[in-house]
């Protein structure tokens, strides 16, 4: 068959690496909801969430430790009963000459293999979630610099404006520190976000190749990274899977011999080390009834038509920084209520759609009219902007 979809060979289907690959994000996401919910009653578990990348990059950490240790497997891997082993290419005289090509020989891990494994299956989609956040909020800087200019001050601010930069004048040392520090983080972000598209499409391209090469049975490699590791994923047979309990047992029990000290002291480390892994056996095991039950929750309501159909929500962009007062122009009165150009109590309120400020409706028509610009801040404007106010504030 050109496509493997049966449960026959050591060779796993595409849909069980997929699913596989796809695990740990909906651990994530069953994570993330859990302790969002625990949230509402525990406001302490917010600082849990704040640092949400740290934390699940640490559990994942131990978990793909422990799970490469024992079984040869990393934890999503070792769920649907698969397996890592090395990858040896022979060439043989008789093959290159019979035109048959390369004996391919699998092995055991090696302890190299064992700690890169960890490093892609943690560290890198920890450092690329990292990079996606600074470009998201680069791209949002940019947006904003776009629609409002660079010039991000804030009319009302004006005064804390002052006292920061007078006392950052008083420490000028420091000052300068935090000045070269901006700069710095400005010019790295600027860098992420015009690399990281690049990178993002490449990374997305090479997966998308090797998946495809994998369902049509090109290559025995299901990503890049493990054709770099050479590693390939291969199911467990009944007896890998029944050695692997003795092989776990034989582990720990060699780490309690290894145990020194007086007798009650051993007995002390024997005792925290079991219960170690024990919490260990129950995290795995709650870990995977998490991403069963969040699963099932998701299918049960939620179809695909409506995930599909659901309509991008985006968070409403900023207000504009309010209009400056020009220094030629009309000063604007402390008592809200009255109108900049006769000092009285507004009659007939309307604003003047190009600057935002109200004024009496006969006197901003005749001063429009004769100057044809705003009188606070001499911006241009015609008798065309000036909108009637129902309600007066």
């Not at 496509?3 to 050591?10: A, D, H, L, R, W």
């Not at 859990?34 to 509402?40: C, D, E, F, K, T």
Request: glycine fraction near 6%.
């Amino acid at each position: 068959m050109l496509f493997q979809v049966g449960g026959q060979g050591t060779r796993p289907t595409f849909f069980e690496m997929s699913a596989a690959q796809q695990l740990p994000s909906s651990l994530r996401a069953a994570l993330t909801y859990s302790l969002g919910v625990l949230a509402l009653r525990r406001p302490f578990i917010h600082k849990i969430l704040d640092y949400e990348d740290e934390f699940f990059a640490l559990l994942m950490l131990v978990l793909e430790t422990h799970s490469l240790r024992t079984t040869d497997a990393s934890f999503a891997e070792s769920l649907y009963g698969l397996r890592r082993r090395g990858v040896k290419i022979r060439l043989k005289k008789s093959d290159v000459l019979a035109g048959s090509g390369n004996e391919i020989h699998h092995t055991g891990l090696h302890k190299r293999q064992k700690v890169l494994s960890v490093a892609f299956l943690v560290i890198l989609p920890y450092l690329k979630s990292k990079l996606q956040s600074v470009y998201d909020k680069q791209r949002e800087a940019a947006l904003q610099a776009s629609l409002w200019g660079d010039n991000d001050e804030r009319f009302d601010n004006t005064d804390d404006l002052g006292r920061i930069n007078n006392s950052f004048g008083s420490s000028g040392n420091s000052a300068i520190e935090a000045s070269a520090r901006a700069r710095w983080i400005k010019r790295l972000r600027k860098t992420v976000g015009a690399c990281y598209p690049w990178l993002h499409a490449g990374n997305e391209g090479l997966c998308f190749a090797y998946q495809l090469l994998y369902l049509l049975d090109a290559t025995g490699f299901y990503s890049i990274g493990l054709h770099a590791l050479g590693v390939q994923v291969c199911r467990a047979t009944g007896q890998e899977l029944m050695d692997t309990s003795s092989r776990i047992s034989k582990i720990r029990s060699r780490e309690r011999e290894r145990l020194r000290g007086p007798p009650w002291l051993k007995a002390l480390q024997g005792g925290l080390l079991s219960c170690g892994y024990a919490v260990l056996d129950y995290a795995q095991t709650g870990l995977i009834a998490a991403v069963f039950f969040f699963k099932m929750m998701e299918w049960w309501y939620q179809s695909a038509e409506e995930r599909m159909s659901a309509p991008t929500v985006y968070p409403p962009p900023p207000p504009p920084p309010p209009p400056k007062v020009a220094k030629e122009g009309i000063p604007l009165p402390q008592d809200r209520t009255l109108c900049p150009l006769c000092s009285q109590k507004r009659a007939n309120p309307s604003v003047l759609a190009i600057s935002g400020f109200v004024f009496c409706y006969t006197c901003v028509f005749k001063y429009v009219s004769q100057y044809k610009r705003c009188p606070v801040t001499l911006t241009p404007a015609t008798v065309d902007q000036i909108r009637r106010l129902f309600h007066d504030v």
